[in-house]
């Protein structure tokens, strides 16, 4: 870039900004490795958020979902999750193939859906990323590893949870963990990602407080994969045109349970979220925001 170029380029940023090119650098850096006033401000709200807050973020997420033609449903309690991916899986066909095969992550939210039992009447198979039968097999690392990674490319849809969501962009946030490979929401043309009401955040500075910050996730601290997911796979490579799934899913659809995390059954959660009551229900509950 020519210098008068960058200049101009660099002079509209800071206008976009509202700086000047007197001011000087000296705004606290959002990356600091201390925990200062602002963040102690971030975690605390967090961590008290009123029930119309929580529906005030509800409601974000749902707006900024739209554009990206990000599917989501706000469903009372698991059954209602359950039902919804087996209405899925009933109307959705294979992109390659016929027979239906559902990957899954392995975690207490996704087990607890038992979508084995409640999608054997359409012979949909369901497998774990991390199968108990493979591990009492004895099967070596390796092979376990071809076998996720054919279970994953079979797969027409991949279930997993998420982390947070981060409801100013759309944003699932998910850490990837034995049992809860990225594959599953990478490969398969459809991903469902399934939360609870109380892990969607505001935005980025929420989400590096929370990792760098909070006591319950500095339990586990970040791990070697963190994926952000906004929506479908999206390109316009070609002739400026927009194409959905030529580098991921082409559909993702995410389901908002309307309640608290369940400590007891979970164990602890990404972070320590008070309080513990849901929020009101939303205006259409079961609604999907259509692409």
Request: charged share 25%.
């Amino acid at each position: 870039m020519e210098s008068s170029g960058q200049e101009a380029f660099i002079a509209k940023i800071r206008s976009a900004l509202g700086k000047s090119p007197d001011d000087l650098p000296g705004e606290p850096d959002l990356c600091t490795s201390q925990l200062t006033d602002e963040t102690r401000i971030i975690l605390d709200r967090i961590k008290n958020r009123s029930q119309d807050e929580r529906q005030q973020l509800l409601d974000r997420f749902i707006e900024m979902a739209a554009p990206i033609n990000l599917n989501v449903s706000v469903l009372k309690d698991e059954e209602s999750v359950t039902a919804a991916i087996v209405e899925i899986a009933r109307n959705k066909d294979p992109e390659w193939g016929h027979q239906k095969s559902i990957v899954a992550w392995q975690h207490p939210l996704i087990e607890r859906l038992n979508l084995s039992e409640a999608l054997t009447d359409q012979n949909v198979t369901v497998q774990l990323s991390k199968s108990d039968i493979i591990e009492s097999k004895g099967i070596t690392t390796k092979k376990e590893r071809e076998q996720l990674r054919q279970h994953v490319i079979d797969s027409y849809i991949g279930i997993t949870s998420a982390d947070f969501c981060m409801a100013d962009t759309a944003t699932l946030v998910m850490r990837t963990r034995p049992g809860q490979a990225r594959s599953v929401s990478l490969v398969p043309s459809i991903h469902i990602g399934v939360i609870y009401l109380d892990q969607i955040i505001w935005d980025l500075k929420e989400l590096y407080a929370l990792l760098n910050f909070d006591p319950e996730v500095q339990k586990e601290g970040l791990t070697n994969c963190m994926t952000f997911i906004s929506g479908p796979s999206k390109t316009a490579d070609v002739e400026a045109t927009m194409v959905q799934g030529a580098h991921g899913p082409r559909e993702v659809y995410v389901y908002v349970i309307n309640q608290i995390y369940p400590r007891q059954a979970f164990g602890a959660p990404p972070c320590d979220r008070r309080p513990k009551e849901a929020v009101r229900p939303h205006a259409k509950p079961s609604a999907q925001l259509k692409p």
